[in-house]
């Protein structure tokens, strides 16, 4: 399927205001969270993107490595929120995804808590936001995303769930330029719809199949079992423990047991 990625093709007729419209186009670099935080420093517009074919140094969540062979989407989103909606971005960022894999390849991923996206329960995409304040200024997030699309899932390193890519689960290949320019499309309106209401997380809390489910979470050093039982407004997972009592994940990732 012939769908390079370049600067010309994801930007022409890119229906977006900012997201997107300045693209940074590799082939093969470490990561494109690295190359993102140097453009922060170096004042890029809000929206910027950085993409790559490949990434020899991915990095995932909780200090793993995350593999980008060809075949994948690898990119990272500049955004400068306002304080308020830091905690939406991971909220944004999931939806997008799901969003774009439905309308591009008709299938129906799910989110698994906070930020994972499944596929008949395996990952297909995983989310990484950095986030911290640029020059004593204005805050700046950078929203990482990397998703199995045409490639054998079965040669990725599984390192907490089984992984599958799009063109496994549809025995065809999908159109990677399809996918970044509606993903693209998808983050810019949720970001604008996230600044007015609740609409974002009431749909991102719907689509998490992790609520309702017995769980392992761990957070920091710490491991909870209990059941999930509901998310915050800004993101935190409440877990009803063994012993009755509430406790409040922030960050951290689950294992779905039942
Ligand atoms: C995870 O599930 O652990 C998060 C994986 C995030 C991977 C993406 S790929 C694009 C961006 N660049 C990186 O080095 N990581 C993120």
């Not at 994801?10 to 494109?32: E, W, Y």
């Amino acid at each position: 399927m012939e769908d390079k990625l370049t600067e010309a093709s994801i930007t022409s007729g890119l229906d977006t205001a900012f997201i997107g419209r300045r693209i940074i186009c590799h082939s093969k670099i470490s990561s494109t969270m690295e190359v993102a935080r140097n453009k922060v420093l170096e004042g890029a517009p809000e929206g910027t993107v950085v993409i790559t074919d490949e990434q020899t140094a991915g990095k995932g969540r909780t200090g793993r490595v995350w593999s980008s062979p060809k075949g994948c989407i690898a990119l990272s989103v500049i955004l400068y929120p306002e304080t308020a909606y830091l905690s939406s971005m991971i909220m944004i960022a999931s939806l997008a995804v799901m969003h774009a894999i439905e309308h591009v390849a008709g299938l129906h991923p799910k989110i698994k808590w906070p930020n994972d996206i499944l596929i008949n329960g395996r990952k297909v995409c995983g989310i990484l936001v950095e986030s911290g304040v640029q020059g004593g200024r204005s805050n700046y997030a950078i929203i990482g995303i990397g998703i199995n699309v045409n490639l054998e899932a079965a040669y990725l390193d599984a390192v907490s769930l089984k992984p599958t890519s799009l063109s496994d689960e549809l025995g065809k290949e999908v159109s990677r330029l399809k996918l970044v320019r509606h993903l693209l499309f998808e983050m810019e309106r949720l970001y604008i719809t996230a600044r007015n209401g609740e609409t974002v997380y009431k749909e991102w809390r719907s689509n998490l199949e992790t609520l309702g489910r017995t769980v392992n979470a761990k957070s920091g050093d710490n491991t909870y079992e209990g059941v999930a039982e509901s998310v915050e407004r800004d993101g935190s997972l409440m877990l009803r423990l063994m012993d009755g009592s509430l406790k409040r994940i922030v960050a951290g990732d689950v294992t779905l047991k039942h």
